[in-house]
C-alpha cells in the first residue's frame, strides 16, 4: 500500500494483479444486497402463486387423508408438501443468487482472495484502529448511513401516505381487493428502496474503486524496480547480450575451417562460404567488418582456406546474407565462378593462400 505524497504512478498490471490476489480491490456488498431485493420483488408473487397452488392440493388431498387415515399416505402427503414447497421456492433462491453473482462480477470478477484467510496481527494494532475510527474511510460510512436511513425513510413515508387513504375506506372494499393493493404497495415500496439503495451502492462503489487506486499508487523508484525485476537489469542484460555475440561469434570462427572459400574486400569485410551439394546452394558460415574480417582472414590462413579477393562479390555477399542463410538466387553464377576457379587451382595442386579473380572470370560471371 502507497501512503507517500511521492506517488504519483498509475499501478502497473503486475501491481493490480498482487492487489487482486490479496483482495485489495474496490468492493461494496449493498451492490448485491439490493440487486438481489430488487430481483426478488418481481419474482416474489410467482413464488406466492405457486405456494398457494401447492398448498391447496396439499389440503385436498389430507381431507381426504382424514377420512382414511394410513401411515403409507401420510408419508406420502409430508413428500409431496416440501416438495411443492422446494419447486416453489427455487426460483427465488435461483434468481437472488445469480442477483448476487453478477453483482460480484461487476465488481472485478468472481476472484476469491485466498490470502484474506490468512491471520494478520497488524489488524490488532490499537492505534490502527483507532485511526480507522476517525479516517475518511469512517466519515464515508457515517454519510452512507444517513443517506440510507434519510432515502428509507422518505420511501416508506411515500408509500404509507399513498396507502393511507386506502386502509381508511377499506371498509367499502371486498378484501381480496384490500390484499392485492396492500400486496401491491409493499412490493412497491420494496422496489422503491432497492433503487434507492442500488444508487447508493453504485456511488459507494465509485468511492471504493477511487480509494483503492489511490492505495496503490506508485511512487517512480517503485515503477522503475519492478521494471528492474521483470525485464531484469539493462546492465546484466548488456553483459548477457555480450556473452551471447561472444559465443556466437566463437562458434562462428569454429566454422571457418569447414569453410570452401573466404570471399574478402579485400580488407573491409570477409564472408566464408561452404557448399554441401546434397543440401543446395552455398551457405555464409562466418562473415565480419573490420576487425572481425581481419579474424575471419587469419583462420582461413591458418586452416588453409582459400582467400578469394572480390570488392563487389564480397560487399554483396556481406550486404545480402545472414549467418547460416544460402546465398540469393541472383549471386549464384558469380559464386559458382569462383569455386570453379579453386577448383582448377586444387586440380594443379593446392589452392591454399590469397587469390585475386583472373578478369576473364569476372567477365564471365
Request: charged share 20%; proline share 5%.
Amino acid at each position: 500500500m502507497s501512503g507517500n505524497k511521492d506517488a504519483t504512478e498509475k499501478p502497473t498490471p503486475k501491481r493490480l494483479k498482487e492487489a487482486r490476489s490479496e483482495g485489495q480491490t474496490a468492493r461494496t456488498q449493498d451492490l448485491g444486497a439490493w440487486a438481489s431485493v430488487l430481483v426478488a420483488t418481481w419474482v416474489i408473487p410467482m413464488t406466492l402463486t405457486d405456494l398457494f397452488d401447492s398448498s391447496s392440493g396439499v389440503l385436498h388431498k389430507i381431507a381426504k387423508f382424514i377420512a382414511a387415515p394410513d401411515q403409507a399416505d401420510a408419508l406420502r402427503l409430508l413428500g409431496e408438501a416440501f416438495q411443492g414447497g422446494a419447486l416453489a421456492v427455487a426460483p427465488l433462491l435461483g434468481a437472488t443468487l445469480l442477483a448476487v453473482l453478477a453483482a460480484a462480477g461487476a465488481q472485478g470478477g468472481l476472484r476469491p482472495a485466498m490470502k484474506l484467510l490468512k491471520p494478520k496481527f497488524s489488524k490488532l494494532n490499537p492505534l490502527k484502529g483507532i485511526k480507522r475510527m476517525f479516517g475518511p474511510q469512517s466519515l464515508w460510512e457515517l454519510v452512507k448511513t444517513l443517506l440510507k436511513t434519510g432515502i428509507l425513510a422518505a420511501v416508506l413515508y411515500t408509500a404509507v401516505k399513498d396507502l393511507v387513504p386506502v386502509i381508511m375506506g377499506s371498509g367499502s372494499l371486498p378484501l381480496q381487493s384490500l390484499v392485492d393493493t396492500l400486496g401491491s404497495t409493499v412490493l412497491k415500496l420494496l422496489r422503491l428502496a432497492a433503487a434507492a439503495g442500488l444508487v447508493m451502492a453504485v456511488a459507494d462503489y465509485i468511492v471504493a474503486k477511487r480509494r483503492v487506486g489511490k492505495e496503490l499508487r506508485m511512487t517512480k523508484q517503485q515503477v522503475k524496480d519492478e521494471h528492474k525485476n521483470v525485464e531484469g537489469d539493462p546492465q546484466i542484460k548488456g553483459q548477457i547480450r555480450a556473452r551471447q555475440m561472444a559465443m556466437s561469434r566463437n562458434r562462428m570462427m569454429a566454422d571457418i575451417a569447414t569453410a570452401d572459400v573466404v570471399m574478402a574486400n579485400p580488407t573491409h569485410v570477409a564472408v566464408a562460404l561452404r557448399y554441401d551439394p546434397a543440401r543446395g546452394a552455398p551457405r555464409v558460415v562466418a562473415k565480419g567488418a573490420g576487425v572481425i574480417a581481419a579474424k575471419i582472414r587469419e583462420k582461413a590462413t591458418e586452416h588453409r582456406v582459400p582467400i578469394v579477393r572480390d570488392v563487389p562479390l564480397a560487399r554483396a555477399l556481406y550486404a545480402g546474407c545472414e549467418v547460416g542463410q544460402e546465398i540469393p538466387v541472383d549471386l549464384f553464377a558469380p559464386v559458382a565462378h569462383v569455386l570453379a576457379f579453386l577448383h582448377r587451382l586444387r586440380s594443379r595442386g593446392s589452392a591454399a593462400g590469397t587469390h585475386t579473380m583472373p578478369e576473364s572470370a569476372k567477365a564471365a560471371a
